[in-house]
Each structure stands twice: as C-alpha cells, then as structure tokens.
C-alpha cells in the first residue's frame, strides 16, 4: 500500500496563495489516482481535486476550480495543490489521498485506499 505524508500547511491572509505537497512512496504510482479532499471544522470530508497520475488529467469540484491546480512530479513521486485566491471557507484539514486503480467516483471518500494525516490551512479574513 502507498504511503503519503503532507506538508505545506499554514496560516495566510485571503487572497493569498499556498502550496501543498504529498509525498508519495510505497508502490509505482503509474495506475494511480491522486486526490485532495478537505474537512472543515464540523463538516464532512469533501473533495477538492484529483489527478490521473499515467495521463496527468485533472478534476476538480466547482467550489476550487479556477482557483486551485493539482500537478505531480514524477521523478519526487509528489503530488502538489496550488491555491490560489483563497477565501476564508477554504479553511480546512487538508487530505491527500490515493486509489490503486481509475473510478468513475473519484469524488468518492471509499474510491481511495490510502490517506496522508493532513495538514492545516487556515484562512483569515
């Protein structure tokens, strides 16, 4: 099973930018998909963004899209979120997450096998 560890979590003002990282390492990603999902305080886990990792396709839910952008590295075997323009809903424990194989329902929280411990991103009006 893959393993995955985030870092790159923090405190911004809105408006501002962040850059998350996930290391993966464990298992050859190329079947993989790579996601983010997040959780607000008394909120369920929602996704944000995911990556087809063979064919670097992206997907993303509408309350990010244009605003943040997932990309891999695939000689670090990192998966990166890049965000951008941020609103204080965007406060939230960040999740990287990883399915052994493509889904039609990767916005699912059980298409993902994996889960990184999260990191913090906090966002102040």
């Known amino acids: 099973q893959v393993q995955l560890v985030e870092s790159g979590g923090g405190l911004v003002q809105a408006g501002g930018s962040l850059r998350l990282s996930c290391a993966a390492s464990?298992?050859?990603?190329?079947?993989?998909?790579l996601a983010w999902f997040r959780q607000a305080p008394g909120k369920e886990r929602d996704f944000a963004t995911a990556?087809?990792?063979?064919?670097?396709?992206?997907y993303y839910a509408d309350s990010v899209k244009g605003r943040f952008t997932i990309s891999r590295d695939n000689a670090k075997n990192t998966v990166y979120l890049q965000m951008n323009s941020l609103r204080p809903e965007d406060t939230a424990v960040y999740y990287c997450?990883?399915?052994?194989?493509?889904?039609?329902?990767?916005?699912?929280?059980?298409?993902?096998?994996?889960w990184g411990q999260g990191t913090q991103v906090t966002v102040s009006s």
């Open positions: 997450a990883a399915s052994g194989r493509w889904s039609p329902f990767l916005t699912s929280l059980e298409s993902y096998d994996a």
């Open positions: 464990g298992r050859p990603l190329s079947s993989y998909v």
């Open positions: 990556i087809r990792w063979s064919t670097g396709s992206t």
